[in-house]
């Protein structure tokens, strides 16, 4: 791909010269709306897989912690929040079966 280098502006900006020549007309018409919100969209959901990242790396941090100190009660607390704690909050009932205990939602 040759492109045509100008002196005069930078060269990351020659760059997107063919890019745009492509994008131009779409991002003009009626539909760039649509665009526009999965654009959004996308940049949503990267936002909201960074934070899941963040805190799972939070949580094995602290697993990790526990496990090199031989806290066996951090260890076990940290157990039963990963194993109850998504049945008891979410779905109740089935909280019930498999025997978490009382699985009402404290207020």
Not at 55 to 65: A, N, P
Not at 72 to 80: D, N
Request: net charge positive.
């Amino acid at each position: 791909m040759n492109i045509a280098r100008n002196r005069s502006i930078p060269a990351w900006l020659n760059l997107w010269r063919p890019f745009w020549r492509v994008a131009a007309p779409y991002w003009q018409s009626s539909e760039k709306w649509g665009a526009v919100v999965l654009l959004l969209l996308l940049f949503g959901l990267g936002l909201i897989s960074a934070g899941l990242l963040v805190l799972v790396s939070l949580f094995l941090g602290e697993v990790t912690s526990a496990l090199a100190a031989q806290e066996r009660e951090r260890i076990r607390l940290m157990k039963s929040s990963l194993i109850s704690r998504p049945p008891r909050v979410g779905f109740p009932a089935i909280g019930n079966r498999i025997g978490c205990g009382d699985t009402t939602i404290p207020s």
